[in-house]
């Protein structure tokens, strides 16, 4: 592998922060200092100057409160720093709309943003959904097998995914991909409105009693299992 890859799963540093570390001289490969673009294997010995501390990364479970935004705040509106205070510089991975609420992860860690959030990963992501009305197993089978969705470019069909009833009016469903507004836009091609949106699980990360606006630092075989599955080391 290229080796600022190999320095950012030793969690030196992000694979654009190696890169840096290599320009300054003080990456070396088999005793020679390395260069941009160098490749390594498991036979390579590396060494990194002793200037260069391996990174502490931080990852919250945060419970996301309805009526806040994940970023990018417009008109007013308050975003997850705004009501989180950490002594972190975290940033949330992925999103929930501004009416939706539940987990969602934290981190200083950038490396773990594309393989999360990339479709091909297929990454499980479990909702707690309230409809507005009762629904029959009909409905079920439906979202079950996959719901033609508008998109701007045209129509689009979900893929097949687990879903369970929760109560008369209420489920749970798994995703795998996150086009915007899913869950929301399936119901209403069967005529439902959700009146209630929580997301409940990532992966193997659990909401579990954490009340809106709380957050869990992640640790232990609970955080190694998930950056495990992203492919990198705790």
Sequence with gaps: MRINKYLAEKNYATRRGADELIKQGLVL????KAVLGDQVSAEDKVVVSPKVHQKKYIYLAYNKPEGIVTNLPQGGEK???DNIKTKHGVFPVGRLDKDSSGLIILTDDGRITKPLLSPEREHDKEYLVKVDKTFDENFLE????GIQIKKPDGRYKTKPTEIKRHSRDSFKIILTEGKKRQIRRMCEALGYRVKDLRRIRIMNINIGTLKPNE???LGGSELKTFLK?????A
């Design 29 to 32: 490969i088999n005793g020679r």
């Design 79 to 81: 975003e997850i720093k």
């Design 142 to 145: 439906k979202m079950a097998g």
């Design 215 to 217: 957050h869990r630092t």
């Design 229 to 233: 599955n992203l492919g990198f080391k």
